[in-house]
């Protein structure tokens, strides 16, 4: 009886840790959208071609990161994965803001992706092409 009781109170400790975990999470999503509502700085007339611009720009100055790492430059060589990591960053803000846009949260778009994944998985096309595979 005492082992019973012993899991139980485990599993609600677990279970108010997730809580815990879920509210802190949001916290920080909302905290980082709204830091990114108030850096904005562009037009509101073409926001969304201003942000996909923006977020493809950025990708490619991670890529570009890269490339010169392969390339074997000293400076990056040296501090890549800062310089990555850099990048990294403002590929996020520019995706964040356009989840602002869409309204929807980077919560959303984790849980839609994974369940997209895992489905692929299970009927065994997660390789190939197309959306609807």
Known sequence: MEEVVEIKRKEEEKSEIIKEWERT???WEATYMKFTQDTAQYPKEVEM???MLGLAN?????????????????VIQQDFEKALV???GDVLWY????CDMLDVTLYEV?????NKL?????????????DDR
């Not at 950025?58 to 000293?74: A, F, I, M, Q, T």
């Not at 995706?95 to 356009?98: A, D, H």
């Open 86 to 88: 850099d990048e990294m």
């Open 110 to 114: 984790m849980t839609r992706n994974i």
């Open 58 to 74: 950025e990708v490619g100055e991670v890529l570009g990161k890269y490339k010169k790492y392969l390339r074997g430059d000293k």
């Open 49 to 51: 071609e201003y942000l």
């Open 118 to 130: 895992s489905s692929r998985l299970k009927r065994g096309t997660i390789k190939g092409d197309g």
């Open 25 to 27: 999470k949001l916290a």
């Open 95 to 98: 995706f964040v803001r356009i």
